[in-house]
């Protein structure tokens, strides 16, 4: 149980489009979805932190306007990045948890580059 | 402030034990995370403690000590691919993980 799952894996794109990433709860409702970034070698950065119908909580320092979070349903969050560029390039994970003190489950991430 | 501390990097040998530590301040406490992170992976959960003591799963075994604001991860019968890095994070009265940087852990042969 507790399966988390990304889509995609990766991804390459060209500068200044967009590009989602899907993160889905596959056999629990996650009240709470989370979006890291992990640079190489460095620790994992929480972005933004989404419940299921409302607005995600951005943390300081990251553009809610370049990163897009939509939490529409209780398996189902995407971030979305705007304007990509070569500096958003790194890897992407995803975690949900049922309740507020419950296990965070990590997807298996998404690595975007930028060209 | 919240910090989470834990060494950066420990280096053991195939089939020995380490015991990986962890000392933490936080607003509040509900609980105390490990999680392994392979090199270019997510991480994924190895264990919660939130009360007094010692957890066993397997090879792995996580303490906790509320009062000192401590705990530590002990792998046992250490294997090659054990070789990772483990990330400590903390559960705060808001419910917020704060995390560790992470211990990558060597073994050798």
């Known amino acids: 149980g507790a399966v988390v799952s990304q889509h995609p894996s990766w991804v390459i794109c060209k500068s200044g489009t967009s590009v989602k990433i899907e993160c889905r709860s596959l056999d629990f409702q996650a009240t709470t979805m989370f979006w890291y970034r992990q640079f190489p070698k460095q620790s994992l950065m929480l972005m933004a932190t989404?419940?299921?119908?409302?607005?995600?909580?951005?943390e300081q320092g990251v553009e809610k306007d370049k990163f897009l979070i939509n939490h529409a349903s209780l398996t189902l969050s995407t971030l979305t990045v705007t304007s990509a560029h070569p500096e958003d390039s790194s890897f992407y994970i995803c975690?949900?948890?049922?309740?507020?003190?419950?296990?965070?489950?990590f997807g298996p991430g998404t690595r975007l580059t930028v060209l | 402030g919240q910090n989470i501390d834990q060494p950066t990097e420990m280096t053991a040998t195939e089939g020995a034990i380490v015991q990986i530590n962890c000392t933490y301040q936080t607003s509040g406490f509900n609980g105390l995370f490990w999680y392994q992170q392979h090199a270019g992976e997510a991480p994924t959960f190895l264990s919660y403690?939130?009360l007094y003591g010692l957890e066993v799963k397997g090879r792995f075994s996580s303490f906790l000590s509320r009062s000192k604001g401590y705990s530590y991860l002990l792998l046992k019968e250490l294997q090659m691919k054990d070789s990772a890095s483990y990330l400590c994070?903390?559960?705060?009265?808001?419910?917020?993980?704060?995390w560790g940087a992470g211990t990558k852990l060597i073994i050798k042969p």
């Open positions: 403690n939130v």
């Open positions: 994070a903390a559960l705060d009265s808001n419910y917020q993980l704060i």
């Open positions: 975690s949900a948890r049922v309740g507020e003190a419950d296990t965070q489950y």
């Open positions: 989404s419940n299921e119908g409302s607005k995600a909580t951005y």
